[in-house]
């Protein structure tokens, strides 16, 4: 199925940008772009749902996971089940936390932050694919202006 590209002539900027928004992150999180993207990776396909909590993880280590749920706005639940299937798959481990015995402080392993770079650079690789066709130019002031909307983004959420 394409994108509704046949959006009214009358359509707002704004309903334009949440159109192209939904078709960007639809086309992000297919299951086949996810199972092309490991495999230009050389990484084991790990499910879907993980990725962000090992983005997180990576980024935010050492982390109990109830900051990683609050981080990514998901039930701790989800987290743990996630936690668990990394850390069997050998990216990351889980220690005891100094401040508190009963909590686990979460860091990804030396192999999972391998499978997370090889992962970013094998997306990378596949952008510049998509941008071939763009000028250099064109490529600089879209990530200009995307890096514009996610602060904007950010923005308006610390306000809610």
Same mark, same amino acid.
Do not use: N
């Given at each position: 199925?394409?994108?509704?590209?046949?959006?009214?002539?009358?359509?707002?900027?704004?309903? =334009?940008? $949440?159109?192209?928004?939904?078709?960007?992150?639809?086309? @992000?999180?297919? +299951?086949?772009?996810?199972?092309? &993207? !490991?495999?230009?990776?050389?990484?084991?396909?790990? =499910?879907? $749902?993980?990725?962000?909590?090992?983005?997180?993880?990576? @980024?935010?280590? +050492?982390?109990?996971?109830?900051? &990683? !749920?609050?981080?990514?706005?998901?039930?701790?639940?989800?987290?743990?089940?996630?936690?668990?299937?990394?850390?069997?798959?050998?990216?990351?481990?889980?220690?005891?936390?100094?401040?508190?015995?009963?909590?686990?402080?979460?860091?990804?392993?030396?192999?999972?932050?391998?499978?997370?770079?090889?992962?970013?650079?094998?997306?990378?690789?596949?952008?510049?694919?998509?941008?071939?066709?763009?000028?250099?130019?064109?490529?600089?002031?879209?990530?200009?202006?995307?890096?514009?909307?996610?602060?904007?983004?950010?923005?308006?959420?610390?306000?809610?």
């Amino acid at each position: 199925m394409q994108p509704s590209a046949k959006m009214p002539s009358m359509a707002s900027a704004a309903e =334009e940008i $949440a159109q192209v928004l939904m078709d960007l992150m639809r086309h @992000h999180y297919l +299951p086949r772009m996810h199972t092309h &993207v !490991a495999e230009k990776a050389g990484v084991p396909l790990m =499910e879907r $749902a993980c990725l962000p909590v090992v983005r997180c993880i990576a @980024h935010h280590a +050492p982390v109990r996971s109830s900051d &990683v !749920a609050d981080a990514l706005g998901i039930d701790g639940s989800t987290v743990s089940r996630h936690v668990s299937r990394l850390e069997h798959a050998g990216l990351l481990t889980r220690t005891p936390d100094p401040a508190d015995g009963r909590v686990s402080l979460l860091e990804v392993t030396e192999a999972g932050q391998d499978a997370f770079r090889r992962m970013h650079e094998a997306r990378c690789a596949m952008l510049e694919e998509i941008l071939a066709g763009w000028s250099k130019q064109d490529q600089k002031r879209l990530a200009a202006d995307l890096r514009r909307l996610a602060a904007d983004f950010s923005a308006y959420l610390e306000k809610l």
